[in-house]
């Protein structure tokens, strides 16, 4: 292991480590522009020049591994010269527009020329410029502001796995630009954004917007998947302007996808803002004593089992807690939160978690996709994969739709057949799992949305089994959800429920679920609606509650792998709103049934009472292997595409315009080339 | 040097397929890979593409080369767009490329440039009505020691221009003609002003022949024109001397 000294100080680091890698160890800053932790190393720019004793030049400290007896200075005359020649060329042709760009403030340029740069400029003679660029509805191009990094071009082609933005001409008519006039489409486009270290590519919707220092940041995590994304909220006098990804390694390293970061214009139009009752056949304002004695009434002599309640997909825990403890004390076990219908068995946590994690996919030599793309349904899961076979060209067999997932695969077939197939140790794809050392699959939505959904997922377990995914440390078996709310009402208990029968029932609670199939719910059923959006189902509400979204409150979810993490509260909700927990509260204390909490910290004793995995905040407890599934014959119809369109699958992204523009101009595109492209 | 000239007075094709005859080359070029790195054959491709599609490739070409060798479009294009010998918009028949660079124009580069611009009636980057002539201007050919120096069609070299000796170039492509390639002036590949000088010794002495003299079989006397001491021979000292000038 190499052992040198930067600016005297010694430190030993892994071998190949480079030296701005041993550096930042010793948190020194050392000022860099096109290095990125995540992405390869062009060192193209030349920021992050230091001096190494014995050499005659500046070193670039990014693509310069660390060797024995290295001395390194990071802030002597030469390394500070070499550094001010640095800026003082990148801003040749810089438009120095800071004062209209919406970088400022956040600017890596910016910052670094005032740090590192000199203070007043020499360059009199012209300045170039560059046509901007059009990649769509989400990222705004101001092309003369590049400087040519290219972490751009190489987030495409490294982490998005879409290779649409490349390094055009040369020398001085170099720029960054696509393929003659083509979108970006990738689920995880607006991530460049964030790794643009000027304003060359800045947010479209949030253009012009604000300036990070009147923000206010609050550490949050995202719902529009169930990957448990880890953002950043950033509001301004009680409005959400802009979501951040957190770096978390686990998680969605320091990414996150279009969705999660452009639905929140959609957090302000439809908003349920107060509570209504139906009163002849139309919603009319009311407001909560009414609306809760309204439904008092309505409970009042109703047989538990004529009542259901089903948890809506962006639910959190604390509110399913409560609206299950409600339920009980109406003697009702009609609850569900499979509002899509899905039929896996919810009976044993290995059945339904992402077993392996998502940071275990990078551990992972073979994986198998059954009714899944985890492109639109876990983009960032998506991006694991594609970040694993880039590293080791892993093997991935897919079963279900043959679709572009931005790596190569080797297509098994389409159905239950081919699983079963393969679970009697047939088909190509066995050898492949046999020989390898940590096998995993992923079970989707599109195998499990369907009514053999219980004998598919016995069906998986048994492949699992055979196939050795079960070893020592590894457990290869995942199920992958979308939705935010499922894994932690899966942990709560909130199934069981026979979805057909509750719609028919007499009060059927729906806490934000939109999903279900409106139409099919009674004449007569009694419907309370509880959410935040007057999306499909609240206009079949006969009493609206209305709620809090994600920004809006202190709440936990659970991931996929079975991690529970903290939302917190950025903004207050809008109106007469109340955080859902306390809604159901309150509501129990009127219906003569009041539960026993008052605050947030009873109600998470009690989650920790009903799931120990509350306790731990951001950990994983394994589940243990257990028989899961039902024996049986599987249909031999093909496995279907579960999300239709990636940019509009919840409440919130329903009522987004930022969306629905991605839609129009993402998805339709997308339809058309079908049949020619992938 | 796609980002200097941008026309759109033109079709792209919507389809481009190689003939049989370069599908050959083609797959020889790819063959010479190792499979999974046939990428690496897209500069002879592009260049093939655009010896059939006279003298410039449409984007219909880079997406079949893109099919070809399994790469992205954006790809093909990043190559295509940064080597000045592609071009990306149609050119006349004979694309004539003016090396301006320090030591052609030094030579007179821009003379020859501005005979040329009268006698064709364009200016740089344009193309004659006629479609027979383009005039672009490019970096360094390489070709220094007899500048300044025109390449037309990327294959063949016009050396040592005056604005005299370049008009009857142009004239012999306009009748259909070939012009003679290579210096105009008459001298032999580059030999210096004052013939044979450098090493001239040491090739007597081992029998090679000198350039601009007969074979070594008559042993010539006058190939000693600059005697060079043996101590001369090494690489800095074999320039001809300046004052012999
Ligand atoms: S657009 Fe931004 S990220 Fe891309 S090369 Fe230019 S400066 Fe770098
Ligand atoms: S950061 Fe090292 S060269 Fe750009
Ligand atoms: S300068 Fe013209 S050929 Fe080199």
Redesign the pocket.
Known sequence: MPKLTIDGLEVTVEPGTSI?QAVEQLGIE??????HDKLS?????????VEVEKSPKPV????MPCADDMKVYTNSPMAQKARKGVIEMLLINHPLDCPICDEGGECDLQDQTVAYGFDRSRYREEKRAVKDKDLGPLVKTVMTRCIH?TRCVRFGEEIAGVEELGVLNRGEYLEIGTYIQQLVTSEMSGNIIDICPVGALTSKPYEFTARPWELRKTQSVDVSDAVGSNIRIDTRGGEVLRVLPRLHEDVNEEWISDKARFCIDGLKNQRLDRPYIRQNGKLQPANWPQAFEEIAKRLKGVKGERIGAVVGDLADCESIIALKDFMRTLGSTNIECRQDGAQFDASEPCGWRFNTTIAGIEKADAILLIGTNPRTEAALINARIRKTWLAKHIKIGVIGQQIDLNYPYKYLGAGPETLEELAKGKGAFADVLLKAQAPMLILGPGAVCRDDGLEIHALARKVAEKYNMLRDGWNGFNLLHTQASRVGALELGFTGGDLDKMLKGDVLYLLGADEIPVNRIGKDTFVIYQGHHGDRAAARADVILPGAAYTEKNAIYVNNEGRPQLAKQAVFAPGEAREDWKIIRALSEIAGKALPYDDIAQVRARLVEANPIFGAIDAIKPATWKPFGKDGDCDKSPFGEYIANFYMTDAISRASKVMAECTDAFEQGKKEKTGTHG | MSGALKRTDFVQPREFKFSKENMKLVEAHIAKYPKGRQASAVMPLLDIAQRQNDNWIPEAAMEEIARLLDMTRIKVFEVATFYTMYNLEPRGKHHLQFCTTTPCWLMGSADVVKACEKHLGIHMGETTKDGQFTMTEVECLGACVNAPVVQRNGDEFYEDLTPDNVIPVIEALKAGKQPKIGSQTGRQTSLGPLGATSLAKQAHDTGNQIMGEPAPAKKAAKAAAVPTEPKDSTPTDTKPKGKKK
């Open positions: 701005i050392i000022p860099r522009f096109c290095y190393v062009p060192a193209n720019c030349r920021m992050c020049l670039a400290s990014c693509a990094c």
